[in-house]
C-alpha cells in the first residue's frame, strides 16, 4: 500500500491545450479515492499520468516515498483495471490470471497460490478452464480485476471499468468492489463520470472540471457542503434547482424572494453561513435539493409552502419526482451553463425541448404516498434549513471555507 501524491501537476496538448491545470491531490494510503467529471475534465488523463501511461508537462507525482515521473509504467508498482477489460482471448481465465506473474519470473508454486486466493475471492474458481470469449461482461471484469489483484500492487488504478456493463450488474459490482476494497485495503484511484458510483464507491471524491480540481471530499460533505454551483448541480440526482433570488430582512425575519415566492430563511442559516448577512438587500443564486422539497401532506409542520402546478411526474416506487415550471429563467452563469452543456453532450444541436417561455424546470422529490399527477396543482413544503446560497459572480457556495478565504483574500489585496 502506498499514498499517491500529484504535486502541482499538469497536463499541456499540442497546441497548448491543458489537458489538467495545476492538480494537487493527496490519496491517502488505503484510501478509494474517485475521480469524477463531465467529459474531458481529464480525470482520465489524471490516472494515466499516475500509472506512467501519459508523460507530464510539470509537477510532480510521488507513490509512496518515491516520485515515479520518470519511471516507466513497470516499475511504478501500479496495476491498472481498464473499461474494456484487456483480456488475452486465446488464454484461459486461470492464464490470464497468470501471466503477469510469469513475465515477472514469480515463482511456480507463489503463482499457483496467488491465482487460487484471487479465483476464491472473486468467484471465478468454476471458470478457470474457459476463454473470455465464454464469459458474460460481468465474469470478464471480475477476471480484470482478479489480474490486478495477483499482483498484490502498490496500488490499484481502474478507468471507469463498469462502465461497459448493464445497470443492474453495476448495482452488483459495486458491492462487490466494496467488499473488495473493505478486504484488501489497498489504495485505489477509480475513474468514472457516473457520480452514483463515485458517491457510493469513494472514501472521498474528486470533483475535476476542465482540467482543475473544484473539490475534494466525502460523498455526503460534497453533497452538504458543495463548495461552488457546480459541484452542487454536478452532485445529486436529481440535480439541484437553481434561482436567481433577493435575500430581504424585514426586522428578525429574513426572506429569499424569486419567482413571486417569499420563503423564510432561518436564523441558523446565517449561523452556518459566515457571510450571508453581508448580502441582505441584494441579489444572490438560491439552491434548493429536489430532496428537501416534501408534498406538504406529509411534510414537517414548520416546513415553508409554496403552490405549484405540476408538469410532469416520475413515479419511481419508493418516491415521486415532480417537475415544475417557475416563473424566472433558468440562471446564467459560466458553472450551470457548463452543467447544462454537459448534460446535452452528445446530442445534435437544438435537439432539447424549449423551456415554455423562458421558464426554469425545477424537480421535486415527494413521497410515493403523494396523489400528485401531471398538470395538478400541488401544494410543496420546503426544508428551509437546508437552503444553499451562491455568489452571483464568482459562483462561490457563501458561507463555504472556500468562500471565507477568497474574501480575506480579496480584502488583503
Not at 422539497?293 to 416546513?303: M, R
Not at 425541448?353 to 400528485?372: C, E, Q
Amino acid at each position: 500500500m502506498a499514498q499517491i501524491v500529484l504535486d502541482s501537476v499538469d497536463k499541456v496538448y499540442a497546441g497548448g491545450i491543458k489537458a489538467v491545470d495545476a492538480l494537487n491531490l493527496e490519496i491517502r494510503d488505503g484510501e478509494f479515492m474517485v475521480l469524477v467529471g463531465p467529459s474531458g475534465c481529464g480525470k482520465s488523463t489524471a490516472l494515466r499520468m499516475i500509472a506512467g501511461l501519459e508523460d507530464i508537462s510539470g509537477g510532480a507525482i510521488s507513490i509512496g516515498e518515491r516520485v515515479v515521473n520518470d519511471l516507466a509504467p513497470k516499475d511504478r508498482d501500479i496495476a491498472m483495471v481498464f473499461q474494456n477489460y484487456a483480456l488475452y482471448p486465446h488464454m484461459t481465465v486461470e492464464s490470464n490470471l497468470a501471466f503477469g506473474l510469469q513475465l515477472r519470473g514469480t515463482p511456480k508454486q507463489e503463482i499457483k497460490k496467488r491465482v487460487a486466493e484471487a479465483a476464491k475471492m472473486l468467484g471465478l474458481e468454476p471458470y478457470l478452464k474457459r476463454k473470455p470469449a465464454a464469459l458474460s461482461g460481468g465474469q470478464r471484469q471480475r477476471v480484470a480485476m482478479g489480474r490486478a489483484i495477483v499482483r498484490e500492487p502498490q496500488a490499484f488504478l481502474m478507468d471507469e471499468p463498469l462502465s461497459n456493463l448493464d445497470a443492474k450488474l453495476r448495482v452488483s459490482m459495486r458491492a462487490s468492489l466494496n467488499q473488495l476494497h473493505e478486504r484488501l485495503g489497498v489504495t485505489t484511484v477509480y475513474v468514472t463520470h457516473d457520480q452514483v458510483e463515485a458517491m457510493t464507491l469513494g472514501d472521498r471524491v474528486c470533483v475535476l472540471r476542465e482540467g482543475r480540481l473544484q473539490q475534494v471530499d466525502t460523498p455526503q460533505r460534497l453533497f452538504d457542503s458543495p463548495v461552488n454551483l457546480f459541484v452542487a448541480g454536478f452532485i445529486g440526482s436529481p440535480s439541484m434547482n437553481f434561482v436567481d433570488a433577493t435575500l430581504s430582512r424585514d426586522g428578525d425575519a429574513a426572506h429569499a424572494e424569486f419567482a413571486g415566492f417569499r420563503i423564510p430563511v432561518p436564523a441558523d442559516v446565517f449561523a452556518n453561513k459566515p457571510g450571508l448577512e453581508g448580502y441582505v438587500g441584494t441579489k444572490l443564486i438560491l439552491g434548493i435539493r429536489p430532496s428537501d422539497f416534501e408534498d406538504a401532506a406529509h411534510a414537517k409542520p414548520d416546513w415553508a409552502l409554496v403552490q405549484v402546478t405540476s408538469t410532469v411526474t416520475e413515479e419511481l416506487g419508493s418516491e415521486i419526482n415532480v417537475i415544475f415550471t417557475i416563473d424566472a429563467p433558468p440562471v446564467q452563469h459560466q458553472d450551470t451553463l457548463a452543467l447544462a452543456q454537459d448534460a446535452t453532450e452528445g446530442e445534435e444541436e437544438d435537439t432539447a425541448i424549449p423551456l415554455i417561455d423562458n421558464k426554469a424546470l425545477w424537480t421535486a422529490r415527494v413521497n410515493a404516498r403523494s396523489h400528485v399527477r401531471p398538470g395538478q396543482n400541488i401544494e410543496l413544503a420546503i426544508d428551509t434549513h437546508s437552503l444553499h446560497f451562491f455568489d452571483p459572480v464568482s459562483g462561490l457556495a457563501i458561507g463555504h471555507p472556500d468562500f471565507a478565504a477568497k474574501a480575506e483574500v480579496t480584502a488583503d489585496a
